[in-house]
């Protein structure tokens, strides 16, 4: 695909996503027809469909958006940096080592502000991937020794989680809805929360995309083109954790996004990894977006995680990839 089909295949995807924004800001509870939606939108009046559409229902779906290319970037990032096709910040320990300090804080430190708890999560994401690629002997050995370090590191701080869950009293109940991920009730405020840190890992991973494309090599090749590897490994594995920083204190975990974005993605073979990294965020958004709309309205007036909803609609997608053989990676190494 060269830049012109790169740049469509972008563009497609995203008025995609805003008209399942635009479609998303009608049904729910009170359900808005689509001229008072519009009215709300260029003319707000401060009355019942104006609140809707401006303080629940479209900073919600921005924020899913958000999300969505923030750990479809995360995840593109960790398998670039490791040349694995499984890694994501789920598989590798990221996501688990961001949610349980915070979790910890929440119950144990009710006094820390949730502004700190990205940095939480991002101190907590690197401790924990540190962990994997150690378990992972450096990266260095077989894939799956990725993936079998992540799922033991994953394991054992989920349990960790669970156990500190046992000391939340009566806000258990919240905090179980949202480690299934969810963006219920996320305002403006939670937008420009999580806004800084993926902006941080989606531009650091275009504006280094000639060094991704190093990193898609042996560590040996990537050497004797110049990537200084002992100072891009960290930087990248510190842009791949910042999304999953700044979404989970606002959304929890949300399943599958960062990894299997990247992969389709790269099915429809881009023109190099700028253009790569341009529709794996686009493809995240989307899904993301579209996941968020079917959680609350497929049971008005109640909701399901949308974890839950990308797990369901990804899995089967992405076992169908594996049986067709589709996931092909370049690269060797961890």
């Excluded at 027809?33 to 559409?53: C, T, Y």
């Excluded at 403006?188 to 929360?193: C, F």
Aim: aromatic content about 8%.
């Amino acid at each position: 695909m060269d830049a012109r089909k790169s740049s469509i295949a972008i563009g497609f995807i995203v008025v995609a996503t805003l008209l399942v924004i635009a479609a998303g800001l009608m049904p729910g509870a009170r359900t808005l027809s689509f001229d008072a939606v519009l009215r709300a939108l260029v003319s707000p009046d401060g009355k019942i469909e104006s609140i809707l559409v401006w303080t629940l229902r479209l900073p919600r779906s921005l924020a899913a958006a958000t999300a969505g290319a923030g750990l479809a970037v995360s995840g593109y990032l960790l398998q670039s940096l490791t040349r694995n096709p499984l890694a994501d910040p789920g598989i590798t320990g990221v996501t688990a080592g961001a949610i349980a300090p915070i979790v910890t804080c929440f119950v144990f430190l009710p006094w820390v502000s949730g502004l700190y708890y990205p940095l939480v999560g991002l101190a907590g994401g690197l401790a924990a991937a540190s962990v994997t690629f150690w378990v992972a002997r450096g990266g260095n050995s077989h894939p799956l020794h990725l993936a079998l370090g992540g799922v033991s590191v994953s394991l054992f701080l989920g349990a960790i989680t669970i156990y500190v869950l046992l000391f939340a009293g009566p806000q258990s109940t919240a905090l179980l809805f949202w480690l299934a991920g969810g963006f219920a009730g996320r305002t403006w405020m939670h937008l420009l929360q999580m806004l800084p840190w993926v902006l941080i890992g989606v531009l650091g991973a275009l504006f280094l995309h000639r060094v991704l494309a190093m990193f898609a090599l042996s560590d040996h090749s990537a050497a004797a083109m110049g990537v200084q590897l002992t100072l891009w490994k960290p930087v990248l594995l510190l842009l791949g954790i910042c999304p999953v920083a700044g979404v989970a204190p606002v959304a929890g975990p949300v399943a599958f996004v960062g990894l299997a974005a990247p992969h389709i993605a790269r099915l429809l073979r881009p023109r190099g990894t700028l253009w790569e990294i341009g529709l794996t965020a686009a493809i995240g958004a989307l899904i993301v977006t579209a996941a968020d709309l079917i959680a609350r309205t497929i049971a008005i007036p109640k909701e399901l995680p949308v974890g839950i909803v990308t797990a369901l609609l990804g899995g089967p997608l992405f076992v169908y990839l594996i049986q067709r053989g589709r996931l092909d990676f370049k690269g060797e190494g961890v």
